[in-house]
């Protein structure tokens, strides 16, 4: 079985937690390799619905093996959370979650300095998730960051948190006004946290080599997307991770040889929370009817999400990025009340129709998105399983999709279940995983 990634090609929330539950029968191991509890991976299983935010989607099927890579930022209270409430839920843990000893804490100055920032940023707020993620990955890269295993040393733990308490309280007396810390009153609940999280804490790229040479299979669970990636994203309205497929390699321990593919997840339309350019963003009606049919209210902060068209020049450029062998298109179902839908084929920028994603801030804020428009199938798409029962106008509008791209479609996703979901017969995924058919639930 080969090493997948699967990798966000919007502005996150494209439904990569739907997919990954989908095919993670067919894994030994899930990753989850970049971004902290900032992400919110919704899985429904039946009629329970679970949000994951810092455990990799995995960890609902017995058996698997999860882990928590380097590149993740942990919140180990959120993580602590998370962990209990899976467990009263009757979600097993034991000997099946692994944190990486290098993935950084998000301490509690992080949010705090998430929220101060912001409140100050006045038209430069980017909208963040709050949870501290961007400051965290700042210490991080700053090389003053704390990371698991120092938790474990509580010497070690105490020095680097003393350090960082004294430069974050000038930072928030001085420059944010805000609320400061004491070494103290941090000290107690981590150390709390850490006596907690010990038996999970370890060596993960090192397990990662030892279980792959043993022929386990590796599926890497991106969270967020392609535009929010630090460094490919729509900067500075991103996120501070590498949200890419590249972000897997250096996220896991896990080297660049060993990936077999990476699989894009895009919704049928287009939806970004937070502030940032966003070319083919509707208002009005259209956007009302996407919002309330895709149920478009973030899964972390409750925020409405700002709805549009599909981007094909944003989906050629995650191609190009990412590398994408195939894609996942969700949440076909929500278009089945329009009477048009549109693909965004150009952008319209000084009277030049550009084809390529710019890497101008200014063009993504002010190009005039070209469309395409094909007719609504006005038919109900909901919970379809088969390729040939969608109507024809769907499949033209994903055949369309697929050629403005670049890359051929193997999923259709048509509801939030987990057998809401069509597999499109001879493509990528389905020679990837030759069972993936029969572990579909039947119709
Ligand atoms: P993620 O962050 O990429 O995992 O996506 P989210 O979980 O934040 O958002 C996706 C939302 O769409 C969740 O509420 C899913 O349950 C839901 N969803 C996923 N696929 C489909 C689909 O095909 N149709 C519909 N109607 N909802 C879907
Ligand atoms: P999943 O994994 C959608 C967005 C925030 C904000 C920007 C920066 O569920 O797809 P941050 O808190 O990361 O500093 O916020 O990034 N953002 C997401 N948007 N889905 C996510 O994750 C996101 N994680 C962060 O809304 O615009
Ligand atoms: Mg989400």
Same mark, same amino acid.
């Given at each position: ?288 009817? @996407? ?40 949440? @076909?179902?929500? @278009? ?108």
């Amino acid at each position: 079985m080969p090493n997948i990634v699967i990798v966000g090609a919007q502005w996150g929330d494209e439904g990569k937690g739907k997919v990954v539950d989908v095919i993670t029968p067919h894994f030994d191991v899930i990753v989850r390799y970049q971004g902290g509890n900032n992400a919110g991976h919704t899985v429904v299983v039946g009629r329970e619905k679970f949000v994951l935010q810092t455990i990799p989607s995995g960890i609902l099927h017995p058996g698997r093996r999860n882990i928590i890579g380097c590149g993740v930022v942990v919140n180990p209270a959120s993580l602590i959370d998370e962990m209990e409430s899976l467990v009263r839920r009757g979600v097993s843990l034991d000997g099946n979650l692994y944190i990486s000893k290098n993935a950084h804490v998000v301490m509690p100055y992080h949010p705090a300095l998430d929220r101060a920032s912001e409140s100050k940023a006045g038209k430069h707020r980017i909208g963040t998730t709050g949870k501290g993620v961007g400051p965290a990955y700042a210490d991080k890269t700053a090389r003053v960051g704390i990371r698991m295993a120092d938790l474990l040393d509580e010497r070690l733990f105490r020095e680097k948190l003393e350090y960082n308490v004294r430069q974050k309280n000038r930072l928030l007396r001085e420059i944010y006004d805000a609320e400061s810390f004491t070494v103290e009153g941090i000290l107690g609940p981590y150390l709390r946290y850490a006596g907690w999280l010990a038996p999970y804490i370890t060596d993960t790229a090192l397990l990662l080599h030892n279980w792959m040479e043993a022929g386990s299979s590796v599926l890497f669970e991106g969270a967020q997307g392609t535009m929010l990636d630090i460094d490919h994203g729509t900067y500075p309205f991103i996120t501070s991770s590498s949200t890419t497929a590249g972000g897997a390699c250096t996220g896991s321990g896990v080297p660049p040889t060993k990936i077999d593919g990476v699989v894009g997840i895009s919704k049928a339309y287009c939806t970004r929370v937070g502030g940032g350019p966003f070319p083919t963003e509707l208002g009005g009606e259209i956007a009302d009817l @996407l919002r309330t049919r895709g149920n478009e209210f973030g899964s972390v902060t409750g925020r409405p999400r700002r709805c549009g068209w599909v981007d094909a020049i944003g989906l050629r450029y995650a191609a190009r990025i990412n590398g994408l062998d195939t894609l996942a298109i969700t949440k @076909l179902d929500v @278009l089945d009340a329009c009477d048009t839908v549109k693909i965004c084929v150009g952008y319209n920028y000084n009277d030049e129709v550009l084809t390529d994603f710019p890497e101008e801030e200014r063009i993504w804020h002010e190009a005039e998105p070209v469309y395409e428009e094909i007719s609504g199938w006005k038919t109900s798409t909901a919970g379809l399983r088969d390729y040939e029962d969608l109507p024809t106008k769907a499949r033209e509008y994903l055949a369309r999709l697929s050629e403005l791209c670049g890359v051929g479609i193997s999923l259709v996703s048509t509801g939030p279940v987990r057998d809401e979901t069509i597999l499109v017969n001879d493509s990528t995924l389905a020679r990837w995983i030759p069972g993936l058919r029969s572990s579909l639930p039947p119709h």
